[in-house]
């Protein structure tokens, strides 16, 4: 079963200084992988999916996806105050998913930007 | 205009009592799911549906009904709320399709007393 970890647990930052999250994952089929930001109280907002080794950016958002080290990474440039939320990682299984994009999600990184 | 939207956002209820959570989506997706979140614990899928007027075991069902009336509606059942089914459910919708997007509602809080 996917093992999703997520680390660290919670990190601060200063306002512009670069943020870096990181996933670590247990199925190395896994080709489907997915950040998204959690406000307080509010739903789930997708920031960044990847789905081939390598870098996608969008926006003040990358992530880095290593699959032969089982490593996923977002980095945020330019942290806002804004952007102090609740980071989750989500992978998908691979082929054996069917039809539907199953996701195992970690369990997030608090992340708070301070002015 | 949410796309995904969920009633109540809160709710308390007593050990034992029943308990429906309703997800409505304007997104015209096939896929509909629910998930909880437990602090300090990421999403885990309970119910998913791909059609209406059906619905497929995720991976944590038991305690939990699904019905999905019609395309745009997908409820949670709790037939006998237990203290352990404190948490907040999500529900999300997305299209057919490997790499196809999953769009989430806000929440619901439901504390079990």
């Known amino acids: 079963q996917q093992k999703v970890q997520q680390s660290p647990e919670s990190l601060t930052v200063s306002e512009g200084a670069m943020a870096s999250l990181n996933c670590t994952f247990s199925?190395?089929?896994?080709?489907?992988f997915r950040w998204y930001r959690q406000h307080s109280a509010k739903g789930l907002e997708v920031l960044v999916s990847?789905?081939?080794?390598g870098e996608k950016e969008e926006g003040r958002f990358t992530a880095h996806l290593n699959r032969a080290n089982l490593h996923v990474s977002l980095h945020i440039r330019e942290p806002q105050p804004s952007d102090s939320a609740v980071y989750l990682c989500?992978?998908?299984?691979?082929?054996?998913?069917?039809?539907?994009?199953?996701?195992?999600f970690g369990a997030g990184t608090r992340l708070a930007v301070c002015p | 205009e949410a796309a995904v939207t969920q009633s109540p956002r809160s709710k308390v209820a007593v050990t034992g009592g029943k308990v429906t959570l309703s997800c409505h989506q304007t997104n015209n997706h096939d896929y509909m799911y629910w998930y909880r979140q437990d602090t300090g614990h990421g999403l885990r899928l309970i119910h998913y549906s791909y059609v209406a007027d059906s619905t497929e075991k995720g991976d944590i069902p038991d305690g939990y009904k699904a019905s999905r009336p019609s395309q745009e509606n997908f409820s949670l059942i709790l037939e006998l709320a237990s203290l352990s089914q404190t948490a907040v459910y999500f529900c999300?919708?997305?299209?057919?399709?490997?790499?196809?997007?999953?769009?989430f509602g806000p929440g619901t809080r439901l504390t079990v007393l």
């Open positions: 990847i789905f081939s080794d």
């Open positions: 999300a919708s997305s299209e057919r399709g490997f790499y196809a997007e999953q769009f």
């Open positions: 989500a992978v998908s299984m691979g082929l054996l998913s069917g039809s539907f994009n199953k996701l195992t």
């Open positions: 199925d190395g089929t896994s080709n489907n």
